[in-house]
C-alpha cells in the first residue's frame, strides 16, 4: 500500500486529434477554446477516475495535453492505467 501524503505529479494524455486541432488555431479565441477543452477535460478525467475532494489539480498544461495535480502514490497508480493518460510522473526536486 502507498503513502497517504500527497505530492505533485504531473499526467500527460494520450494523443488527441481535437487537442492538436485546437492547439493549431493561433488566435485569442483558438487559445481560449483550447484552455476550456483541456481544463474540462482533465477536470472530467480526475473526476471520473478519483475520490472526490482526494486531489488538488494545480494546472493544465496546454504546451502539451497534461497537467499537475498533488495526490497519493496509490491515486498515482489508480490514474496510470486510466483510459487516455500516456505517462504519469512525480515531480522530481532539482538538487
Given amino acids: 500500500m502507498g503513502s497517504k501524503n500527497t505530492e505533485l505529479y504531473f499526467?500527460?494524455?494520450n494523443y488527441d486529434p481535437e487537442y492538436q486541432r485546437l492547439r493549431?488555431?493561433?488566435?485569442?479565441r483558438?487559445?481560449?477554446?483550447?484552455?476550456l477543452y483541456?481544463?474540462?477535460k482533465h477536470d472530467e478525467l480526475l473526476a471520473s477516475t478519483l475520490e472526490p475532494g482526494s486531489y488538488r489539480k494545480t494546472?493544465?498544461?496546454v504546451i502539451v495535453?497534461?497537467?499537475a495535480v498533488e495526490i497519493t502514490e496509490d491515486q498515482a497508480n489508480v490514474l496510470r492505467s486510466a483510459n487516455?493518460?500516456?505517462?504519469?510522473?512525480?515531480?522530481q526536486e532539482l538538487a
Fill in 84 to 91: 487516455g493518460v500516456r505517462v504519469v510522473e512525480k515531480n
Fill in 11 to 13: 499526467v500527460f494524455m
Fill in 30 to 35: 483558438g487559445a481560449d477554446e483550447l484552455d
Fill in 38 to 40: 483541456l481544463s474540462k
Fill in 65 to 67: 495535453d497534461g497537467f
Fill in 59 to 61: 494546472l493544465s498544461l
Fill in 24 to 28: 493549431a488555431d493561433r488566435t485569442k
